[in-house]
Nanobody
């Protein structure tokens, strides 16, 4: 069993930055790849980024060059540093855990956090 708790969301002006954190409980964190997804009102949940258990990172094209994912296994925490934020980044952001090495499909993640709201004003 893995429990995930996100934090760090908030309201920021366009061009600003936020850092999201996701703290995991459970003994399997270090062996799981961790992903970030987001969901805007009226839209489907979409893949943002993933970091594998070995540290390889992947990004959606829409955030590449602006967002950075990282993990601290000693703290069982995964981070999403978001820079140069745009109004279209506004969404609820979720972290999730998967046993797969890489997947951008939400259906392949078996543990989810409750989400944290990110609002970017223009």
């Amino acid at each position: 069993q893995v429990q995930l708790v996100e934090s760090g969301g908030g309201l920021v002006q366009a061009g600003g930055s936020l850092r999201l954190s996701c703290v995991a409980s459970g003994r399997t964190f270090s062996s799981r790849s961790m992903g970030w997804f987001r969901q805007a009102p009226g839209k489907e949940r979409e893949f943002v980024s993933l970091i594998t258990w070995s540290g390889t990172t992947y990004y959606a094209d829409s955030v590449k060059g602006r967002f950075t994912i990282s993990r601290d296994s000693a703290k069982d925490t995964v981070y999403l540093q978001m820079n140069s934020l745009k109004p279209e980044d506004t969404a609820v952001y979720f972290c999730a855990a998967t046993v797969l090495y890489y997947t951008d499909s939400a259906a392949r993640y078996d543990y989810w956090g409750q989400g944290t709201q990110v609002t970017v004003s223009s």
